[in-house]
């Protein structure tokens, strides 16, 4: 069916392969599988709702590129637009049309009115974080426990002991002052942001939070607590950064702003995105209204540049994508992923294994043992039962479901998610639960 571009045969070998061309034989450390102890599959081509391995393996692909396939692998509108782009050059280094269109278009889905392109999301948090410091000429920044942002300096700080206290590099490598600079404090928590306010006054330059928690699972705000985010940081002359890289035009066709912000008539000040904005390619951004962009280089004093930003093949695939996205590529991810999350629930349900669905818009993730409370911050989503997910993990690896390698991901459903990819799920999660259900600390 494929052909195979590649001399390895097994898994196995092509892993150990890896490891002695690349650290942990990744480009990216959570694809080495580390916190389910299993070999990665080596992943050689992709359809609709089906990856397969050297091997030969066929898998159901519920990660999607952690995100970015909304319409399934391969989907024909993109594969044509980017062979396309790809006949006409792979990069100019030069203003193009298609970087207006791709503008355009997420101009006519969101309330912004300029967009810089960059090529991840890290690079997307980080401009962010640069403007949000320029138009305020304020140092610190307050993120939330858990929150990811992407792996620059100061978004990888976590929280020290106790409330609004400096924080702690969160990696080897970061300086201490750099992570002092970034103050983290418990999600759904309005008191911790009070005092961090009173505790910094006009020494704040934004609060960044995720559109919707969803990098240690997902974890839904409280009723009006991004409200609140808005409410505070405006009262206290601070930028709002709203980091929609992994839920934008996915979580719902306006993301995770279309739960909170959109219906309840507020907009951030400046806004991420990543994954599905590339359909696959290596494609960001950071956007805002006309007045706080206008602060980026060449028309302001805040630089950012990038050699490839706005590459034409990858704003191809972003065009074909996003206009591809239609009410009903919506209605169909919604349809098929609350048909998983209840197949899910059953399967554990029948088993007795304690768990909670955590739910943004199409996107969700499985907590277990957290049924009383649910996941409300970082702290809940370390203490549930971690235990349970890898027996788990490896049983619907086994049978040919591949879900995220860690409990703290979400499941990405696609449009090509159709009933046939839905049943072979469906045969999958009882052994899945039973496996889960037989754990032990
Ligand atoms: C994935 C992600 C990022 C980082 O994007 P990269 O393209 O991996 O650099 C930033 N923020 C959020 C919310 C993400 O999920």
Redesign the pocket.
């Given at each position: 069916m494929t052909d195979q571009p590649t001399s390895f045969t097994s898994n196995q070998q092509a892993f150990r392969a890896a490891e002695a061309a690349m650290p942990g034989g990744v480009n990216s450390p959570v694809r080495a599988f580390g916190s389910v102890g299993l070999t990665p599959p080596s992943i050689v081509s992709a359809r609709g709702a089906y990856l397969t391995d050297v091997e030969g393996n066929e898998y159901v692909d519920l990660v999607g590129s952690?995100g970015p396939m909304l319409l399934g692998h391969q989907h024909p509108a993109v594969v044509e637009a980017v062979h396309a782009a790809v006949d006409r050059g792979l990069s100019f280094g030069a203003s193009t049309p298609d970087e207006t269109h791709l503008a355009e278009l997420v101009k006519s889905i969101l309330p912004i009115d300029r967009i810089r392109f960059v090529s991840?999301?890290?690079?997307a948090?980080m401009t962010a974080l640069r403007i949000a410091r320029g138009a305020t000429g304020r140092d610190l920044i307050v993120k939330f426990a858990g929150g990811?942002?992407?792996?620059s300096d100061g978004l990888l700080a976590s929280a020290g002991s106790g409330v609004a206290t400096q924080s702690l590099p969160g990696s080897a490598g970061v300086t201490a002052a750099v992570a002092a600079q970034t103050l983290v404090v418990p999600f759904n928590d309005r008191q911790a942001l009070e005092e961090v306010f009173a505790d910094y006054p006009e020494q704040i330059a934004a609060v960044i939070t995720?559109a919707v928690p969803?990098?240690m699972g997902i974890v839904a705000p409280e009723p009006g607590f991004m409200g609140f985010l808005r409410e505070i940081t405006q009262r206290h002359g601070a930028k709002l950064i709203w980091?929609e890289?992994?839920t934008g035009f996915r979580a719902t066709p306006t993301g995770g702003w279309g739960l909170t912000g959109q219906p309840e008539g507020w907009t951030p000040d400046l806004w991420?995105f990543?994954?599905v904005i590339g359909g696959g390619m290596p494609v960001?951004a950071v956007a805002g209204n006309a007045e706080i962009m206008s602060l980026l280089s060449p028309l302001g004093p805040v630089y950012q540049a990038g050699t490839l930003s706005g590459n034409p093949v990858a704003m191809a695939a972003g065009i074909a994508t996003l206009s591809n996205a239609d009410e009903q590529v919506y209605q169909q991810v919604a349809h098929a992923s609350r048909q998983i999350q209840q197949l899910v629930s059953e399967a554990l349900d029948a088993e007795g294994v304690d768990h909670s669905l955590q739910v943004a818009g199409t996107i969700f993730s499985v907590a277990f043992g957290t049924s009383d409370h649910g996941v409300r911050n970082y702290h809940d989503a370390q203490n549930q039962e971690v235990f349970r997910f890898a027996p788990f993990f490896r049983s619907l690896l086994e049978q040919g479901i591949y879900i995220a390698p860690s409990v703290f991901e979400d499941w990405f459903v696609s449009a090509a998610h159709d009933q046939q990819a839905i049943d072979r799920i469906a045969e999958a999660l009882p052994a899945a639960a039973k496996a889960a259900a037989a754990a032990t600390e």
């Open positions: 952690w991840t999301g890290t690079e948090t990811y942002h992407g792996h995720e969803a990098n980091d890289v992994l991420t990543g994954k960001a």
